[in-house]
């Protein structure tokens, strides 16, 4: 986590004054103007943030590699844009279908590779490159940013072009040279910056291509949380070496295409106070059979993938997040055999210890995803209500060992926190019914848990705001809040051109936005209710980019599943 030792008057804050027809003041973070999108991770207590950005306009695409006679391009081009493309001329509409071959293209290393999540810090105005050249091809995400400015991030790997000239074979005697995109190692790699440099976060295992680390959450103290690879299977290595020749493709690329393989582990790292390096200290166990940090014994079942997931870690070094939990006295029957039940379940790591924080037998899953400094935690837990499945947010106090649910805005609400401060403030996203319909849509929440109070963050803004406020992302201990937001702009093609239809007229469409919320002193919730309420649906521009900053943790999950 990413706080010090400031303690506001939470009351003064919510005190219900008419002096301010509002109890957040919104400001939208600056982004470039060549990206479409912008997404808040992390702010620390100097209101220093880092945000995502993506759909960068007018992506630089190399003609000489693209094949102008590929069927994709021939069928989604107009002969002109298609004789104008030959000459060098891109149109809006050549620039996004040059954009989806180069996507459908991405496990033919033949093709240029394509970028389309860059981090960046809004209060510099810089986009933070972390293994990036001058031309993109990996994507680059930010996940925290400390009290000490230290900068946490996770960078996929890039590649270089290079020339390929496979091993003369009976069947192909006479190879012809191939121009090739080649990876670096390490297909995934989480990165610390600070005054003292850029420092990888180090996977315990780099092996056959370099391993991989993934880090979430750093804290003031310099402990780092995530996951990174450990291993590979005896099998998996036996194979490497057998196809890995180099004989058919670059040592490099063969790596890459087996690093999919690796054992992975949840981890604790800490920065080096003399050389300001992150450093393994531990991994971390999982909840085990019957929470005893053993798999299961039961021969006659199939074996279970235990791992962890840290989520967020505070100044004492002590994570959360999830953990597989089994009970190898629940089996259960599918179509493809019987089975040990298991689910992930919400977690706390403490030195050697996983401790449990949900009953698993009274819901299907469940995870932790903030703690402050005085051990207080966060997180939901999935359980099903009125026939669907629905997430319910907790607290748990570590110190004293006590659960309570907390209350949102109705009963069958989806509600998940994203973060906690040290006054006991959370936030993340919950739902709401879309006014006259049964339609949900998420909402940023704020939560003050010590006095139970509960808020759709859109109800603390201003009436004449052009933002709706869908998902709450971090909190620091002023109380200030990045969130994610929509907002309806004019529509701009591939390379950032406005758009307009037929009659001449500017389409319209809503896009995300990373905003600051800033609490109003004496401030005091307006009635919005003479005000047309904002409609928007919770499958709109912010699903997409958020989805995809998940792919990392989603494809290790496949992984180990």
Known sequence: MKFSPMFLAVGAMLAPFATQAAMYQLKELTKPDNYKQSFPMAINNANQSVVNLTNMYNFPVDLNAVDLENAFIESNLTSAELDDLKKGIISGNAQGVLEAY???????????????VFAYRPDVGNVVKWRQGDLPTNNEFMTDINDNSVMLAV??????????????????????????????????????QSARGKFMVPPPYTDYGGGFSYAKSISN???????????????????????????????ALCYFGGSSNYLSQAILWKINDTTGKPEVVRALKYLGDKNSNQPHSLSKYPAITYASTPYDVNNDGIAVGASIYSNSDDIRSS???????????????????????INPADYLSSSAYGINDKDIIVGSANKIMQSYERSKMFVYDYGTNTLRWVTDLFETASTVPAAINNQNIAVGKTEVFTPGTSTRRNVGFMADLTNNKFYDLNTLLGCATDYTI????????????????????????????????????????????????????????????????????????????????????????????
Not at 224 to 233: D, E, F, H, P, Q
Not at 335 to 357: L, P, R, T
């Open 102 to 116: 180069l996507q459908q293209g991405a496990s033919n290393y033949t093709f240029q590779r394509f970028a389309n």
């Open 335 to 357: 179509y493809y055999g019987d089975y040990v039940y298991s689910a992930a379940h919400a977690a706390i790591f403490v030195g050697d210890e996983v401790i449990s924080i």
């Open 155 to 192: 960078a996929g790997t890039p590649f270089t072009k290079q020339t390929f000239l496979a091993k003369a074979t009976d069947l192909e005697p006479n190879p012809v040279p191939q121009k090739l995109w080649v990876p670096e190692a390490a297909y995934l790699a989480a990165y610390i």
């Open 221 to 251: 103290s310099g402990y780092i949380v995530g996951y990174a690879s450990v291993g590979l299977s005896d099998s998996n290595i036996a194979n490497i070496k057998e196809n890995c020749t180099g004989d058919d493709l670059p040592i």
């Open 470 to 561: 869908v998902a709450a992302n971090a909190i620091n201990d002023n109380n200030v809040i990045v969130a994610t937001a929509v907002k309806e702009v004019d529509k701009r093609n591939n390379k950032g051109e406005v758009v307009k239809d037929s009659a001449g007229n500017v389409l319209k469409e809503n896009i995300a936005v990373a905003v600051q919320l800033t609490p109003i002193a004496n401030g005091s919730i307006d009635d919005c209710s003479t005000v047309k309420n904002e409609t928007y649906e919770r499958k709109g521009a912010s699903s997409g980019l958020l989805a995809l900053l998940l792919l990392p943790v989603a494809y290790w999950r496949r992984r180990r599943a």
